[in-house]
């Protein structure tokens, strides 16, 4: 069986699962990103996973730990914690049928202590949230600027249109008390 030390760039490396490769069932950029991710740990993720486990859901682990990897690097201080533990509860759910993924819950853990348990964590959501709001408000008014001109444009219109039934409105009047006030 091959061991990690033995591979010595992305050309030799192979995601074998009981002596078969399932290089097959992953993207490439997949098993590039696996690849990295083995690297950084100097061993295969998946060397202690349960013997028997089939093989498409072997993919699927780690194809998953490799998106939620890409997640935690990516994530913000306005990552909402539900996100996080989602994150770890999957990450233990595979470390219990065997992947070594306890670094990226470690990283994790950190993650969140500093983004919900330091003390400038909850003013910088509440600065991000305000934040958030005073565009939406000024998107708010533009938007209302917009329809102010629209509405100001339909009056000018209306103006002129009014302008001409007034003197057709007049000159029906007239028409009208000429006639009431004729001699019988």
């Known amino acids: 069986m091959l061991e990690f030390k033995d591979v010595k760039g992305f050309e030799d490396f192979s995601i074998t699962i009981d002596g078969m490769s399932i290089d097959a069932e992953l993207p490439n950029e997949i098993r590039n ?11 295969f993720l998946h060397e202690n996973l349960t013997r028997g486990v089939n ?4 993919a699927g682990i780690i194809s998953e730990t490799v998106n939620i ?3 935690i690097k990516v994530s913000v201080i306005a ?17 219990h049928l065997g ?14 202590s500093i ?9 910088t959501r509440r600065y991000l949230k305000y934040r958030t709001e ?18 100001k444009e339909a009056c000018n219109g209306f103006g002129a ?24």
């Not at 993924?101 to 950190?110: A, C, Q, S």
């Open 33 to 43: 990103k696996y690849y990295r991710l083995c690297c950084s740990q100097n061993a």
């Open 161 to 184: 249109y009014l302008e001409s039934l007034k003197s057709k409105a007049e000159s029906y009047q007239a028409m009208l008390q000429k006639e009431v006030a004729a001699p019988w």
């Open 99 to 112: 992947m070594n993924v306890e670094f990226l819950r470690v990283r994790l853990r950190r993650i969140v």
């Open 69 to 71: 990897a890409d997640a």
């Open 134 to 151: 005073h565009s939406q408000a000024d998107d708010e008014i533009k938007n209302i600027e917009t329809k102010l001109e629209e509405l």
């Open 115 to 123: 983004a919900y348990e330091t003390d400038g964590a909850s003013e």
């Open 79 to 95: 990552t909402p914690r539900v996100e996080f533990a989602n994150w770890d509860k999957t990450l233990l759910a595979f470390e």
């Open 55 to 58: 093989h498409k859901l072997i």
